[in-house]
Structure formats: structure tokens, C-alpha cells
């Protein structure tokens, strides 16, 4: 009874939300500025929507979220400058590219944990841009590749940024429905075993190593997607778009908006794209803007602005406590008394 | 009730460095029973499980599940195999709720694929339909039919040992191991577990249970293994159990130690 209330409300919410964002360019058509910014928000919300499905469900932790959208973006680049392969062939070969380099991360790192797992997606990231950087004629190294032509659909170029923010849009909705899809079956209901307890999941039967590297490659599969799109956004693409702190900011707007919930990336993306431009004047110091935002959001709210899963336990340090096994506290009554 | 051996170690070892945790153990379990397995602290009981459902590898000596050899295969087969076990130190999925907790213990029993998570094809929809169902049933067989929507860290403890033994019979195991179920527990908590017990025990399953609590043991075996220092020093039904000079022994020089 109360949960169906709840749906229909949700159902109401998200058909307003469809509609103000399908509205939304109409007020804005000659604005390209704000459009822009629309459109940055929407590219943050894939990549970030992406890193969540890693960082927030399976409870790995990947900081090098640039890379995968490094490989998504020269796929493009590459495929549609030399190829001529338009953006929707584009858009799955970019995300399939990213998650195949991913198992390349992924197989060797599976049995990692935390911090070095942390260091190895870091470490991965810088490689592939490392790659990109000194690629030679493949990537034209430092000077990028340009000329990469507009996106089109049925000979129509979707040139202006008005096109752009409905393909932006469009992906963004399929990012987000297809994962909330996958996170809500058995599948995504592993990924979350894992992080809440890796041998538990096992011992119901989840073999748990493939379902780290299976995640990974779903998810990268999304960050392959955004550069995909950013290339035919942008029309050129360069190495120095993917350094390690594209991957920070991603991740600091996933921390902002809330590990392991559908909405905290969207909102992390949207609320840290705005600000800066709020902050215009401080354009210098984006980075340290980031910062203090991620760190007023630890402090006011840990778990992020949205957080659902990860952190939201209620009473925050009870949970905690019963990871230390409360199994030499009830001393057994073994005592001769029974035998 | 017939004599089929569902379990069956022979001369199973599991040393750490110098330490024997479990020494040349020869035990097994009878189809339908419920065996216990007591000891003192440190006797090895949670090592012999561990070895039991592929957590570790033995140093020595076989294991025989309905006859095959199972020693050395990887933990997450053991719930396809037809083991799965709780844990000691509850090992529940702390922010999931009850009901999605059962859930988890289905997996490998369902074969919606990616993409029918994305299309949300009729097997995703069968599989998810089942999932409910049966979880819900399952709660209801642990006396947790109210707790379905709480999140599980928010549960008493008690009623989170009890979830456990849910989540591990979701997986359908013909033997179901159970590590210390009443430890934390007030008595009518335990009296409540033994009844839960019993009922799984006569929906046919096997169940081995590594408990503290002696009246609960006596009460619910049909037969019990005893391990002290890694060793097996009897085996037998209560009466046995209960009057062997070993046992006897080994608790009272450990109270006195
Ligand atoms: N991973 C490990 N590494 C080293 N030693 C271990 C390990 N696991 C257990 N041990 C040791 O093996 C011995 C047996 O431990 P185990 O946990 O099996 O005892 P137990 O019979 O379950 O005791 P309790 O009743 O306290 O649960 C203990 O001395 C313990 O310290
Ligand atoms: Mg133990």
C-alpha cells in the first residue's frame, strides 16, 4: 500500500522531470552557454553513473575513471577520422573498447583490495594516457586528432550544442535506466553482496572474483560511451583531456552526490559542474573547489547527498562494531555442566 | 533412516605454520541427521567447516560429498554442490534488507543474464517472481515474516542468526552447516532456534551444527562429533557423548587450565 503510493509519486516526479528536461532547450535554443553547461552535466552523469556501478555497488574502488573514457574517446576519434564510422556504430564499439581494456585491469587486479586496487586504476589511467600521448601516427600524439565530424541521424547533422543536449539526454536516460536494471536482478544484487561481504557472497554460491571483473567491464562500458560522445561533441580530442584529475573530479562528484544510489551521480554532476561557473573567477583553482565541496559534504554528510546503500546504516557505529566478530562475547556455556 | 554417509572426511588436516587447527580427523555425517560438532575454544571446529565449504585448503586428507571427492574445489561451488553454511561472526549483507539478504542466497539457482536484466525478459521476471516467493516463505519457515523490509543491521541479533540460516537455505542445500546459531542468544531465542531446527531437519535436510550450548546439542542430535586440539577424541549419540571420559576430560582440564 504505502510502497505503491510511493511509486506513483515517483512515477509523477519522473514524468516532470522528463518533461522540464525535454522543455528545457526550447527556452535556451540561441543560449549556448547554458546549454553547454547542460550538456557537461549530462557527460559528467554518464561518467559518473558509471563509476558509482564500481565504486558505490560492487564496493571496488576505481580513481582512474579517465582512462576508460580516454580509450572511448580516441575509439571515436579514430574510427570516425579514418574510417568514417558514424557515432551510433561508435557509440557500442567505444564501450565495448573500454570494457575490454578493463579486463585487461581487471583480471590481474580482481583479487586486490582497497588502497591497491585504488593505485592500480590510478596507475592504469595514467598508462593509457601515456599511450595516447606518445601513440606516434596511430594518435597523433601531443597534438591530439581534430576534424572528427558531427554527430548525424538519417543524413541530418546534430551539429549545434541544441542536438547535442538531446543526444546527451537520451544517453544519459539509457545509462541510468539500463544499470538501475541490471543493479535491481540477481546480478546486481551479487555486486552489492560483494561489497557488503565478500565471503558471505561466496558462500551463497557467488563466484565472486568473475562478478568483480564482470563489473568492471559493465561499468567501463559506460565511461566508453561518454568519450565517445565527448569526441563528437567536441570534434577533436587530446591527451591532455585525460589526465588523472578528470578522474578525481569524477570521483568527487560521486562522493558529493552519494556512493551506491541511482540519483547521487546525477546530482554530484549537476551540482559540481554549476558551481565552478557560479565561481567563474576562480576558474584557476576548479580543482580546489572540488575539494572543498567534497570536504564540506564529508562533514555535513558522509554518505554523500543522495548516499544510499554504502554508508546509510542508521546509527552509523553500530554496524561497524559487528564487523568484529561478536562470536567471543557470548562465552560459550561450555562448561561441564551439559556433559 | 537410511545409513548413506552425505559427508565423510578422511584423515583431514588443516595446519597454519606449526599450528595442527584440525589433525587427521576422520568423521562423517548420516543422511537426515543432525550432528553436531562440539569442542572447546580453539578446538577447530570453525577451521573444519572452513575446509568443509572450500574456504581453505586442507594440508592433508580427502573430503566425500554423497561419495564424490571434493577436496580443494573453490568456496563458491560449495552452494552448487548442495553445502552452504552460516557464519560465526554474522556474516549478513549489513544494508540490504531481510528478504533481499534470502534473495542473495538464490543466485546460482537462477539464470536471468544481462541482458535479461535489461530487457526484463520473461526469465528475469520468473526468476525475480521466485526469488520473492520462496524468500518470503523461507522467512516466514525462520519466524522473520514481519523483518522482511528491515534492513538486516538493524535487526537483533538473535533474529540476525536466524536470518542467516534463511539466506543459506535459499541455495536449497541438502546439508546445511550451521556455526555456533545460538551464541548471543537468550533462551527463548534458543528455544525458538531449536524449534526452527527441528523443522528444517524434518523438511529432510542434514544439518551440522558446531554449538556451545550443550542443552541445545543434546537436544537436537541425532549424533555428535567431539574435537579438541584439532583432534577427534569421540563420536557418538548424546549418551555417549555425554558419559565419555575424554570429553569429560578435555572440558574439565580446559575449565581448570
Ligand atoms: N586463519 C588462521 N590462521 C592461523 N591460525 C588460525 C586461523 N584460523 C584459526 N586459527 C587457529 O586455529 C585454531 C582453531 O580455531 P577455530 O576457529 O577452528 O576454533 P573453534 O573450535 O571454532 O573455536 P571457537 O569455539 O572459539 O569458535 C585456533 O587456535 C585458532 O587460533
Ligand atoms: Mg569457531
Not at chain 1, 575539494?291 to 561497524?320: E, F, K, N, Y
Not at chain 2, 530487457?119 to 514481519?146: H, S, Y
Request: hydrophobic content about 45%.
Amino acid at each position: 500500500m504505502i510502497s505503491r503510493l510511493v511509486r506513483q509519486e515517483r512515477t509523477v516526479f519522473l514524468a516532470l522531470l522528463a518533461t522540464a528536461l525535454l522543455a528545457f532547450p526550447l527556452a535556451f535554443r540561441e543560449n549556448n552557454y547554458i546549454l553547454r553547461i547542460a550538456i557537461n552535466i549530462f557527460l559528467y552523469a554518464i561518467l559518473c553513473t558509471s563509476l558509482n556501478m564500481i565504486n558505490g555497488y560492487s564496493g571496488q574502488f576505481n580513481i582512474g575513471q579517465a582512462g576508460f573514457y580516454c580509450i572511448g574517446a580516441y575509439t571515436a576519434a579514430i574510427l570516425s577520422t579514418r574510417h568514417g564510422i558514424g557515432i551510433w556504430i561508435s557509440l557500442p564499439v567505444c564501450g565495448l573498447m573500454a570494457s575490454v581494456a578493463s579486463l585487461l585491469l581487471g583480471i590481474p587486479t580482481a583479487r586486490l583490495k582497497g588502497i591497491f586496487l585504488a593505485m592500480s586504476t590510478l596507475g592504469f589511467s595514467e598508462i593509457i594516457r601515456l599511450i595516447v600521448l606518445n601513440g606516434g601516427e596511430f594518435t597523433r600524439g601531443p597534438m591530439g586528432i581534430p576534424g572528427i565530424p558531427p554527430a548525424s541521424l538519417f543524413g541530418w547533422e546534430l551539429g549545434t550544442n541544441f542536438h547535442m543536449y538531446y543526444l546527451a539526454l537520451l544517453l544519459t536516460a539509457l545509462t541510468v535506466l539500463i544499470c538501475a536494471n541490471v543493479l535491481d536482478s540477481r546480478i546486481g544484487r551479487a555486486w552489492i553482496a560483494i561489497r557488503e561481504d565478500e565471503l558471505a557472497a561466496r558462500a551463497m554460491g557467488i563466484p565472486t572474483v568473475r562478478y568483480k571483473i564482470y563489473n568492471l567491464a559493465f561499468s567501463t562500458f559506460w565511461a566508453g560511451v561518454a568519450g565517445c560522445y565527448y569526441a563528437f561533441l567536441s570534434n577533436f580530442v587530446s591527451a591532455d583531456s585525460f589526465h588523472l584529475d578528470e578522474g578525481f573530479v569524477i570521483l568527487g562528484m560521486v562522493l558529493v552526490g552519494g556512493l551506491g544510489s541511482i540519483a547521487g551521480p546525477l546530482i554530484g554532476a549537476a551540482i559540481l559542474v554549476i558551481i565552478p561557473e557560479i565561481f567563474r573567477f576562480l576558474a584557476e583553482y576548479r580543482l580546489i573547489l572540488y575539494g572543498v565541496a567534497i570536504l564540506i559534504t564529508m562533514h555535513l554528510r558522509p554518505q554523500g547527498i543522495c548516499g544510499g546503500g554504502v554508508m546509510d546504516t542508521g546509527d552509523a557505529g553500530s554496524v561497524r562494531d559487528q564487523d568484529e566478530p561478536p562470536d567471543s562475547e557470548p562465552e560459550p556455556a561450555t562448561g561441564g555442566d551439559g556433559t | 533412516m537410511s545409513e548413506e554417509r552425505i559427508l565423510e572426511t578422511r584423515e583431514l588436516s588443516i595446519h597454519f605454520g606449526g599450528l595442527k587447527a584440525v589433525d587427521k580427523v576422520d568423521m562423517w555425517v548420516l543422511r537426515g541427521h543432525v550432528h553436531g560438532i562440539i569442542g572447546p575454544n580453539g578446538a577447530g571446529k570453525t577451521t573444519l567447516f572452513n575446509a568443509l565449504t572450500g574456504f581453505l585448503q586442507p594440508t592433508g586428507g580427502r573430503i566425500f560429498f554423497k561419495g564424490v571427492d571434493i577436496t580443494g574445489f573453490p568456496s563458491h561451488r560449495a552452494a552448487e554442490l548442495g553445502l552452504c553454511r552460516s557464519f560465526q561472526n554474522i556474516k549478513l549483507f549489513k544494508t540490504m534488507t531481510a528478504i533481499e539478504n534470502v534473495r542473495v542466497g538464490f543466485h546460482y539457482r537462477l539464470r536471468t543474464t544481462l541482458l535479461d536484466a535489461i530487457f526484463r525478459t520473461r526469465r528475469f521476471r520468473e526468476d525475480e517472481r521466485l526469488t520473492l516467493e520462496r524468500g518470503r516463505e523461507l522467512l516466514e519457515t525462520m519466524r522473520l515474516g514481519q523483518y522482511a523490509d528491515f534492513k538486516a543491521a538493524k535487526l537483533p541479533y538473535g533474529t540476525q542468526r536466524r536470518l542467516e540460516i534463511a539466506r543459506a537455505l535459499a541455495s536449497d542445500p541438502e546439508l546445511l552447516l550451521l556455526d555456533e546459531p545460538a551464541a548471543g542468544m537468550n533462551p527463548a531465542e534458543t528455544a525458538e532456534l531449536s524449534a526452527c531446527i527441528r523443522r528444517i531437519s524434518a523438511g529432510g535436510r542434514t544439518i551440522v551444527v558446531i554449538e556451545h550450548d550443550m542443552r541445545l546439542i543434546m537436544e537436537i542430535c541425532d549424533r555428535i562429533t567431539v574435537l579438541n586440539q584439532g583432534l577427534k577424541i569421540c563420536e557418538g549419540d548424546a549418551e555417549t557423548v555425554r558419559h565419555d571420559p575424554g570429553v569429560i576430560q578435555a572440558y574439565l582440564g580446559r575449565s581448570a587450565g
